[in-house]
């Protein structure tokens, strides 16, 4: 562990609001999870079935991805295949150019979640091409307000307290600050709004594919 890592941590323990920030997200999880168990009473069989069906896709991946790269494409969908994460980017910016990058006003993306997009820094690539990219997930969207990574892979804004959410969107969204959480949701739901109704482009993570009929979920 890197000495910059360690002052990292130090500086992070040290930090009140976000110490208090983790303690709330963390009880309203675990009250959450205790809340959606209770309305599954087969949960711990649901769950040893899903554990099931992951092994047994992993013992048998380049199989079922063939499967299910051929349903996709059986339904429509254009498949592109990368090797690596430049290529990954090098794909996506020839889309964007193909819809019409460099105009003015600069080629809108309406991006949803996205882990991978993340581990390969595609926003940063996209917006040095002259591409204006917008996370249209509340969390995503408030970290990217911020200039900062999401910090959970679930909750990218678990770090930030509402008092931060009412002073970023009195700073960037023109608002009067409050902490009022619907008030803040319903600000950001109006500039998102606006950006799913005139995006280019929309870009959306994928949570899970079904190979045996190439569905995206």
């Given at each position: ?8 941590i130090r500086r992070s323990l040290a930090n009140d609001n976000l110490q208090s920030a ?50 996709v494409e059986a339904n429509g969908i254009v498949v592109h295949r990368a090797a690596d ?44 091409a002259g591409v204006r990219v917008v996370e249209t997930d509340l969390g995503e969207y ?76």
């Amino acid at each position: 562990m890197s000495n910059e890592f360690r002052t990292r941590i130090r500086r992070s323990l040290a930090n009140d609001n976000l110490q208090s920030a983790l303690d709330a997200n963390t009880e309203r999880r675990l009250a959450g999870r205790a809340a959606a168990l209770a309305s599954l009473p087969d949960f711990e069989e649901r769950r040893r079935k899903a554990h099931a069906i992951k092994a047994g896709v992993v013992a048998h991946l380049d199989e079922v991805l063939a499967q299910f790269l051929g349903k996709v494409e059986a339904n429509g969908i254009v498949v592109h295949r990368a090797a690596d994460a430049d290529e990954a980017v090098k794909i996506i910016l020839k889309i964007c150019e193909s819809v019409g990058a460099d105009r003015d006003p600069p080629l809108l993306v309406a991006k949803s979640k996205s882990m991978v997009s993340e581990e390969i820094d595609l926003n940063h690539a996209l917006e040095a091409a002259g591409v204006r990219v917008v996370e249209t997930d509340l969390g995503e969207y408030i970290v990217q307000l911020r200039h900062e990574r999401p910090s959970h892979i679930i909750t990218p804004a678990v770090h930030l307290r509402r008092a931060d959410v009412g002073r970023l969107f009195e700073e960037k969204l023109g608002i009067p600050y409050t902490e009022d959480i619907p008030v803040l949701t319903n600000t950001a739901r109006k500039v998102l709004r606006q950006v799913f109704l005139t995006a280019d482009v929309g870009f959306s993570g994928v949570n899970f594919g079904v190979a045996e009929t190439g569905t995206l979920c």
